[in-house]
């Protein structure tokens, strides 16, 4: 049978392992005429705890992310995952001078303490993912404003809360932003999305710190290599009334 299948012994035919499972070789000894015969034929197994499969024709199993575990062998999906007792506590730590408020934008770049997935920052009741650490927002209110991410299947929530001291806002002032959700992955290929203020007129990207290139929104990004990366684009023709904006990705 090909990879991702097992025998049915029934109608001799090779079809998908079923979610839940995975494709082992199970060995079997026969005695035809008084002599020993090995045979091994592809069989499914169900995926341990701790693991998972979530489609059809699999070869192996998925652990459930750090810190996170599920209850019976043979699951098919993420989901089931859940925090293990003993975890550590999941906090948020702001980084780069964040949250910063330019007019009537906010800027959030931050860390936290163990893996998760699927993370939703909300801002004044607005809510966006934020899974790449980096999340911008408008919001109509610069002194106080609440921000809470939600992370998955961590039953925890953070809320933080800032007196912001507004900034005035300069029409001459270059500024970077991600809009559109900002990111988006699809294999090994990346788009990022932006919009600016201010007179600039063009930009210069850079990934991981190599020599920059021009760029304009949307920046297609080709073959990028699976792990984390930073990307950053500059506002040019501005002077020194500008501000870069820089933020991590993962493909």
Not at 110 to 131: A, G, H, Q, V, Y
Not at 140 to 159: G, I, L, M, P
Not at 198 to 227: H, I, M, Q, W
């Amino acid at each position: 049978c090909p990879e991702g299948q097992q025998l049915d012994s029934t109608f001799f035919l090779c079809v998908g392992c079923a979610p839940g499972t995975y494709q082992t070789m199970t060995e079997e000894v026969r005695v035809i005429q008084g002599k020993a015969f090995k045979e091994s034929y592809p069989t499914a197994r169900e995926c341990p705890i701790g693991a998972f499969s979530d489609k059809v024709g699999s070869t192996s199993c998925r652990r459930c992310p750090l810190y996170l575990t599920n209850d019976e062998p043979g699951s098919d999906s993420q989901e089931k995952c859940y925090v293990t007792p003993g975890a550590p506590d999941l906090e948020l730590h702001f980084i780069n001078n964040t949250p910063r408020v330019t007019g009537n934008h906010v800027e959030m770049e931050f860390n936290i303490t163990r893996p998760t997935l699927d993370l939703k920052c909300t801002l004044d009741n607005e809510e966006k993912d934020c899974s790449s650490g980096y999340v911008s927002f408008y919001t109509h209110n610069s002194k106080v404003f609440e921000f809470k991410v939600s992370a998955y299947n961590t039953r925890v929530d953070f809320s933080e809360k800032a007196r912001m001291v507004p900034t005035v806002f300069d029409p001459n002032f270059c500024l970077v932003w991600l809009i559109n959700d900002g990111i988006t992955v699809e294999g090994n290929t990346v788009r990022v999305y932006f919009d600016h203020s201010g007179p600039a007129t063009e930009f210069r990207c850079s990934l991981d710190r190599k020599n920059g290139f021009p760029c304009k929104n949307p920046v297609e990004l080709s073959y990028v290599e699976k792990g984390r990366h930073r990307f950053r684009i500059v506002p040019l023709r501005c002077g020194i009334k500008r501000r870069a904006l820089s933020f991590r990705f993962t493909v």
